[in-house]
């Protein structure tokens, strides 16, 4: 058996998964969270077993050393898993990267240089990087986050701004997510009700148009025409589009300026937009079921940012099917968007006018499989879908295939 170990480093928290491509069994699932705070915690779990430990964990080289240290301590050992590589989640790839990456010393200060890029991510990225690359002798890879969207049409991603400025910055529309942007809608195009549907109306794959939600802590929507993205939500960095966690998403640019002049940092609105923001900005809270929970108890904070959440959702699938001439597909996916039913019906509610309908039984019920969420048969055959995403499988097995190849 052939493994990988796939790393994916946050701000403040450290995922990884020991995954076998070919079967794409995880033999390992693992997080450290609260990387940096007084106690941090790991929960390893292997073999149906779980374990939870809390100890202090300064920075994401002590998380990765305490992940490899509970693979030897409770396994499974990494050697007899026979580990082939490692796949690192990279968030910002920039103009340099757009596919996966054999990492040697020149990527790795290549991914160092695009911190600025993307500073809640990029930096874990890079010290996951240095240390596994410290303590595990095998191929590392890198598979970037903003490599499905390299090819998006340049009226897509192109910000009206001075021309020269722009190149001079490398300043773009990247879009991030993409690794479960590409599994999540090539996994739609393969669904049998996907493939039932194009046959029926007589059409080829190319022609297929889906918008994606990747509703998580960080989310983002694409239109993606016959496979390849059209269009995406985050831009330059991983701030713009939909309201997040704790990003505010879309805003006027005109804030930053009045808030400097104002006497705010750049810094400080940094920090502002970026983690001081979104759904705990307005409500306090930067979990979705905790904010549901508010809105359940009646808190009128709670209820004004989940009618922003949605009101930008509703904006954005509008506009996605503008961008495709319409819609075949609407795909749910990521955290909030596998697991949340109200949030789900909370878009389709609104935008009946584009043909979306919802079988509420169908989008209540419990299921890691993905799924058609649609009321069908109706007078619409426009399908709304669950869709697992799983970027773990997929950079394991984009790992796999780059050190095979
Ligand atoms: N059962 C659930 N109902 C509503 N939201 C959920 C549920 N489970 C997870 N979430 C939400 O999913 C989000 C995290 O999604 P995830 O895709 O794991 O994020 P990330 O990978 O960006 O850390 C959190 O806001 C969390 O509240
Ligand atoms: C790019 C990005 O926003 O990633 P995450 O959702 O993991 O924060
Ligand atoms: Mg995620």
Known sequence: MSTVLVLNSGSSSLKYQLVAPASGEALAVGIVERIGEASGRVKHEAKGEQLVRDLPVPDHGAALRTVIGLFDEVGPSLAEAGIAAVGHRVVHGGEVFSAPTLIDDDVEAAVRDLIPLAPLHNPANVTGIEVARELLHVPHVAVFDTAFFASLPPAASTYALNREVAAEHGVRR????????????????????????????????????????????????????????????????PLEGLVMGTRSGD?????????????????????????????????????????????????????????????????YVGAYAAVLGGIDVLTFTAGVGENDHRIRSGVVRGLKFLGLTMDPAANEARSDEARVISARPGGTNLLVMVVPTNEELAIARQTMELIAG
């Open 251 to 315: 805003l006027d640019a005109g804030i930053v300026f009045h808030l400097m002049r104002r006497g705010m940092s750049g810094d400080e609105v940094d920090t502002l937009l970026n983690k001081r923001s979104g759904i705990l900005g307005l409500s306090g809270v930067r979990d979705m079921r905790e904010l549901q929970k508010l809105v359940a108890d009646g808190d009128g904070d709670a209820r004004l940012a989940l009618d922003v959440y949605l009101h930008r959702l509703r904006k």
């Open 174 to 237: 990247y879009g991030f997510h993409g690794t479960s942007h590409q599994f999540v809608s090539s996994a739609v195009a393969a669904h049998p009700a996907v493939v039932e549907k194009l046959a029926a109306e007589g059409r080829g794959p190319e022609t297929l148009r889906q918008v994606v939600l990747h509703l998580g802590n960080g989310a983002s929507a694409s239109a993606v025409l016959g496979g390849r993205p059209v269009d995406t939500s985050m831009g330059l960095t």
